[in-house]
């Protein structure tokens, strides 16, 4: 059963491939027109990238308390990212990627799950840094929308709702509880029209309070454990700035920096607020369109969209399938399976 859960996500995968061949052909008739020497160059930072993204995971893991290689965080973040793209489920793909491979490890999942959930947190921050740069810029221009604004809002109530939660876990598990039962009963209220029975309970929402807040007793004891992470969220947004400065630049088109930072900051808001995994379909036209606003040409702009695409989202998906596989090849039989995976991490956190 295992190995056909496995070989069904490698499948996903496979029938995403074929799916978005027309996509994944545009871009790469677009890299044959660039000029080599900075496409590769934007090839290695994307790679860079990729390794700073699992170094900040990485400093979340040891700030919660846990050590763990470089090489194994690398290969979890990116069969993540894959599994995310292939069976999108609002995130869970992802977090149980991760408590899966916690209990394989006899790590806890607890931990592991408030550091997903940090994952989250700091990458909401680094974004809205950027975001704050980039609808400066647009504003100065007059070129900033409802869509940029409304989805701003979306961003920022998620990253203070998202703070306030970790705020309250870390000052009472008692508040966490009751703020979590209360959201609970609001989604009951909500769907019980539609489904005619809760769609969660309660109970559930006051144990699962008591499994973060043994995750966050770590946070408790270590003051400045935001240092590190935050920086480290701030590089990455700073290296997929250089990603698309490349990508103009094999392409000899002329840009300054704000729209650079513009053109990052309503990619990034749009991957996030998008209702598709990873922003697919989204991104690629609210980037160029929003590149075209900022006086770059439609035709360079549809050109530079598809190669940052290409770098950005279609290099760590192709990463994420290889890795995946790894994970899954081992013949321990506790080693990481999508039997694991495909189920809901509160199902895996209940099992410890």
């Known amino acids: 059963m295992k ?32 000029k080599l020497l900075y496409l590769g160059l934007a090839l290695i930072v994307e790679a860079v990238w990729i390794y700073n993204l699992s ?20 290969k979890l973040v990116t069969a993540a990212y894959f599994l ?26 607890a931990k592991v799950t408030v550091a997903a959930v940090l994952y989250v947190w700091f990458e909401y921050v680094g974004t809205l840094t950027v975001l704050f740069l980039g609808l400066a810029e647009l504003a100065r221009r007059n070129h900033l929308h409802w869509s940029e604004i409304t ?19 870390i000052r ?29 309970g309660e109970e559930r929402a006051i144990s699962f309070s008591m499994e973060l807040s043994e995750g966050l007793t770590a946070l408790r004891q270590n003051p400045r454990w935001i240092s590190m992470p935050l920086l480290l969220a701030l590089t990455n947004k700073a290296i997929l700035l250089v ?68 770098l950005s989202f279609w290099m760590p998906f192709l990463v994420g399938m290889v890795t995946f596989r790894l994970l899954n090849s081992g013949k321990h039989p506790a080693n990481l399976t999508t039997g694991a995976i495909m189920r809901e991490p509160a199902n895996i956190a209940a099992e410890e």
């Open 3 to 34: 190995k056909f859960l496995v070989a069904l996500a490698m499948l996903l995968g496979i029938v995403f491939l074929f799916t978005r061949f027309a996509e994944l052909n545009q871009v790469l008739a677009v890299f044959q027109r660039g």
């Open 55 to 74: 170094a900040f995971y990485q400093v979340i893991y040891r700030v919660l308390g846990m050590e763990e290689k470089r090489s194994h965080i690398l």
């Open 84 to 109: 995310t793209v292939v069976a999108p489920s609002a995130g869970l793909s992802a977090m149980a990627v991760y408590l899966a491979d916690a209990k394989r490890r006899g790590r806890s999942t």
């Open 151 to 169: 989805a701003s809002l979306i961003l920022i109530a998620g990253a203070i709702g998202l703070g306030l939660l970790l705020y309250l876990g």
């Open 172 to 200: 009472s598990t008692e508040a966490l509880g009751r703020t979590l039962a209360w959201m609970a009963r609001a989604v009951n209220t909500l769907l019980r029209p539609f489904l005619r029975r809760n769609y969660l």
């Open 243 to 310: 990603v698309l400065f490349l990508c103009f630049l094999a392409f000899e088109i002329p840009v300054d920096f704000g729209t650079l930072v513009a053109g990052l900051s309503i990619a990034h808001l749009f991957l996030i607020v998008s209702p598709t995994p990873a922003g697919i379909g989204i991104v690629e036209g609210v980037l160029a369109v929003a590149l075209n606003s900022l006086g770059v040409p439609l035709e360079d702009a549809t050109v530079v969209t598809l190669s940052y695409r290409g």
